[in-house]
């Protein structure tokens, strides 16, 4: 079942000899469940093609159909209720709140919403996160792969038709590289969760079931990994 289709996506800054081509008519297809990585170079359009998927940036032109809806034809209102239900952003440099404990991170996409926390749930995602004993700290109380677990729980708790990961590893040891990576991956299996991640990291990118390969704002290639 197709969660995501991407037609014709393109974003354009300046114009004429400044024209800078991020995104260049580029097409794909995520099916539901699915864990797709999206690599290239710095400055191959990975981010802005992220980012324009979240509803954070919009497309210069193209569509970006999220369930079926066109998420740009939205106005402000809805699209800014459109990424808060379903959308889960997981960024490099983690963007807690550094005021809120772990389990008000986790649960503000929830309060934001005006909706009831579902505490059974909160729970699970706490023990699978391995977040037990750190529910009541702060994120400076936090290391760097505990800061980004509570990044991936507060991603996951509205059950978000896509979850994003920018980079989710950028800015962690291998140790905790290699755990984040883990529990996405449980994430996709445990919660059939559909999975986006940008990296530079090939090797990090065989994770994944399948390899979008941007470079110059194209998809010079879109592979299922063996």
Known sequence: MEILRVENLSKFYGKGDT????????????EKGEFVAIVGASGSGKSTLLHILGGVDRPTEGKVY??????????????AIFRRRQVGLIYQFYNLIPIL?????????????????????????????????????????????????????????????????DEPTGNLDSKASREIVELLKLSNRKYKQTIIMITHDHNLALNADRIITIDDGKIVSDEKVK
């Open 101 to 165: 404990n772990v389990k008000e991170n986790m649960t503000l996409p929830i309060l934001l919403d005006h909706k009831k926390v579902d505490e059974k749930y909160l729970h699970e995602l706490i023990e699978t996160l391995d977040l037990q004993d750190r529910v009541t700290h702060l994120p400076n109380e936090l290391s760097g792969g505990q800061q980004q677990r509570v990044s991936i729980g507060r991603a996951l708790m509205n059950h978000p038709a896509l979850l994003l990961a």
């Open 66 to 79: 999220v369930d079926g809806e066109d998420v740009y034809e939205l106005d402000e209102n809805n699209l």
């Open 19 to 30: 024209l800078v081509k991020a995104l260049d008519h580029v097409n794909f297809r995520v």
